[in-house]
């Protein structure tokens, strides 16, 4: 069963437009998430992290959005760049515990 | 700046094989984990090391045993390989401090 989700496998967006990814958790004892970028034949990089008790991260052009009693968050990327291109995926973890759940990922795909 | 290094970068086994997956980080990091990656699944946990001395299973470690050497290393090892094996494994550690993972750049491995 898998707690942390994200339902769109892809996305494809314009050369300075806004990225939006979706990441959705159903494990209410998750308190601190992450997104990782991934590139082809290489290992996830984290990107950016939030805490629970925040409910915005910004960091450059990469913006994580929390919203708890929807259990949802969202990875804004503005602008996007081709260098953006790659698999996105949304991690969570509960409090004190060693292990993180991921999301099956979402493919970002920047048109020139 | 090595971080994790994974071996080999490249298997393929028969059926019934065995072969031991390496991984080593050089971050001095407690916590040490085993995933593998299939299309559509994100990050599936096999197994993980919370400290130098214990291993854990995590969501898949079905056909899977795992040798934490020390602190550095934390190997995983197929016993008897089967097609539902064939997968990207990834090695990662944990940077207990800000809660992050760094991965490997991870293991291809085609089982026939």
């Known amino acids: 069963d898998q707690q942390v989700k994200q339902n769109s496998p892809s996305l494809s967006v314009q050369e300075g437009r806004i990225s939006i990814l979706n990441c959705d958790y159903t494990?209410?004892?998750?308190?601190?998430f992450l997104w990782y970028k991934k590139y082809p034949a290489e290992g996830p990089t984290f990107l950016i992290s939030?805490?629970?008790?925040?409910d915005k991260n910004e960091d450059g052009r990469f913006t994580v959005f929390l919203n708890k009693s929807a259990k949802h968050l969202s990875l804004h990327i503005v602008p996007s760049q081709p260098g953006d291109s790659a698999v996105y995926f949304c991690?969570?973890?509960?409090?004190?515990?060693?292990?993180?759940?991921f999301g099956a990922g979402t493919t970002v795909t920047v048109r020139a | 700046n090595a971080g994790v290094t994974q071996t080999p970068k490249f298997q393929v086994l028969k059926t019934g094989q065995s072969m031991t997956l390496q991984c080593a980080q050089d971050m001095n990091h407690n916590s040490m984990y085993w995933y593998r990656q299939d299309p559509g699944m994100g990050l599936r946990l096999i197994y993980y090391s919370a400290s130098e001395g214990t291993t854990d299973k995590g969501e898949v470690p079905n056909g899977y045993n795992v040798s934490r050497l020390n602190k550095r290393e934390f190997s995983l090892r197929l016993e008897s390989a089967a097609p539902s094996q064939t997968s990207v494994y990834f090695c990662a550690s944990r940077e207990v401090a800000k809660n992050i993972q760094y991965f490997g750049a991870g293991t291809r491995l085609s089982v026939l």
């Open positions: 939030i805490s629970s008790i925040k």
């Open positions: 494990n209410s004892m998750f308190d601190y």
């Open positions: 991690a969570a973890s509960a409090l004190n515990d060693y292990k993180l759940s």
